[in-house]
Structures are given as structure tokens and as C-alpha cells.
């Protein structure tokens, strides 16, 4: 019987979670919608989650590219098919690589950086605070961090597209014997719109999941220090299963055509 009583609480407390979760969810997107709208303090977490996180990105984005086109081309002299390397590199910097190394990048230094500072927070009863104040604590501190990771993500990875393309063309051109204007002329003529736009539409998907996860972990996080340390550690595990996750699912509505 002990068996059956472990595993009836380990399912009541995987609803009770789920059901936190939901009801998060659904107060966070209500918010979102109603006045008042802080922007200032929007305008602050973009800087904060955008452009404070363009150095890691870029960095990653550029080797990711590089690395990708060096191992297309010794995949693809097996087959004859080098020339396959620019084509190969774009498409899959654009709908795949650019933004899911931006959203797991991001989601380790902001959604760890959301958790932690929302923890401190509760723990130290500074959201309790808010609330005698007559301030909504969704509207305060939730929706400015969902909305500007959701704002500033496709421009991560629109710019993260173009670092990671341009890796692949140094790599091209100086390791690899590419002709630069033939390598420029295939990357241009192959890309399609709807292949960086379904790489943007997933970068909105993945900044929502990344400030909402740091948020709702960091908001009931509980037991002082240890507390925060164990939010922030969750949010980060949670953000980066739900952009997997979440990538598949984009990725089979996008191209089930």
C-alpha cells in the first residue's frame, strides 16, 4: 500500500502543479490586455533580455554556422554534393539553428536571471509588499518580462540568422575554397520568406516560454535561499524542455504542407 500512497501523491502533486501552471497562464495573458500598461518598465526588460543578451547569442550563432557549414561539406563530398554547403547553411540557420540555439541561449541567462530575482523577492515578501500597495503584482512584474521577451526574441533572431550565415560564409570562403560572390548568390536566391518568418514566429513562441517560466518559478518560489536556487535551476530545465518541445510542434504546423 505504501507503493500505491507514493505514487497518489506523486500524481496529485503533478496536477496540483499543472493546475498552478494554467492558472498562471491565464492570468498572465488576461493582464496582458488589461490597463494599466507599464511601459517604461517594458521598454527596461527589452534592454535588459534583448540587447544585454546579443553578445552570447551572436557569439553563438556565428560558431554554430561555421560549425554547420564545415560539417555539410565533409558530409557532402561524400555524395558530390558540396556545392549544397550555402543553401544548406541558410535554411538551417533560418528555421531551425538560429532560433533554437537564441531561445536556449536566452533562456539561460534570462529565465535563470527572472527566477532569481522574482524569488528574492517573494521570499523576502517584497511581492507581499506590492499587493498592500494597491499594485498588481501580475501587471507590475510579470507582463513587462512576457512582453518584452516576446518583442525582443525575433529580433535576437533575425540578427542571430545574420551572424549565423555570415559564419558559415567565412568559413566557406577561407577553409573551404568557396567563390564568395557564387556562395552570396545561392544563399540569396534559395531563401525564402516563409523560411526566416517561420524562424521568427518560433522566436515569439520560445520568448514567451522563457519569461514565463523564469516568472511563474520564480513567483511561488518558496523556502528562502534554497528556495530560489531550486526556482532557478526549474526555470531554466522547464524553458529549455518547453522550447524543444514547442519547436517540434511549430516546426509540424509550419511545414506540414
Known amino acids: 500500500m505504501n507503493i500505491f500512497a507514493t505514487v497518489g501523491r506523486l500524481v496529485l502533486s503533478i496536477c496540483a502543479e499543472v493546475g498552478r501552471l494554467v492558472l498562471f497562464f491565464k492570468d498572465t495573458t488576461t493582464h496582458i490586455f488589461l490597463p494599466p500598461i507599464y511601459f517604461r518598465l517594458i521598454v527596461d526588460q527589452m534592454i535588459r533580455i534583448g540587447y544585454n543578451s546579443l553578445p552570447v547569442v551572436g557569439l553563438t550563432a556565428f560558431f554554430t554556422g561555421g560549425v554547420l557549414a564545415l560539417q555539410i561539406y565533409i558530409g557532402g563530398s561524400r555524395f558530390n554534393a558540396e556545392s549544397l554547403v550555402s543553401t544548406i547553411v541558410a535554411l538551417g540557420i533560418t528555421r531551425e539553428l538560429g532560433p533554437v540555439m537564441a531561445g536556449l541561449m536566452v533562456a539561460g541567462r534570462v529565465s535563470a536571471a527572472i527566477a532569481a530575482e522574482l ?95 523564469g516568472c511563474y518559478h520564480g513567483f511561488h518560489s518558496r523556502g528562502g535561499a534554497q528556495g530560489v536556487g531550486r526556482a532557478t535551476t526549474n526555470a531554466v530545465v522547464g524553458a529549455s524542455v518547453l522550447i524543444l518541445a514547442a519547436n517540434y510542434i511549430l516546426t509540424s504546423l509550419l511545414f506540414s504542407s
Open 119 to 213: 524569488g528574492t523577492m517573494r521570499v523576502t515578501e517584497q511581492i507581499d509588499a506590492l499587493v498592500t500597495l494597491s499594485t498588481n503584482p501580475f501587471k507590475y512584474l510579470v507582463v513587462p518580462r512576457v512582453v518584452a521577451a516576446f518583442l525582443t526574441l525575433p529580433i535576437l533572431v533575425l540578427i542571430a540568422d545574420i551572424i549565423g550565415i555570415m559564419g558559415g560564409f567565412i568559413v566557406g570562403t577561407s577553409s573551404l575554397g568557396f567563390n564568395a560572390s557564387v556562395y552570396i548568390r545561392k544563399t540569396v536566391d534559395f531563401i525564402q520568406f516563409d523560411d526566416v518568418f517561420s524562424g521568427l514566429v518560433k522566436a515569439a513562441a520560445f520568448g514567451f516560454i522563457i519569461a514565463f517560466m
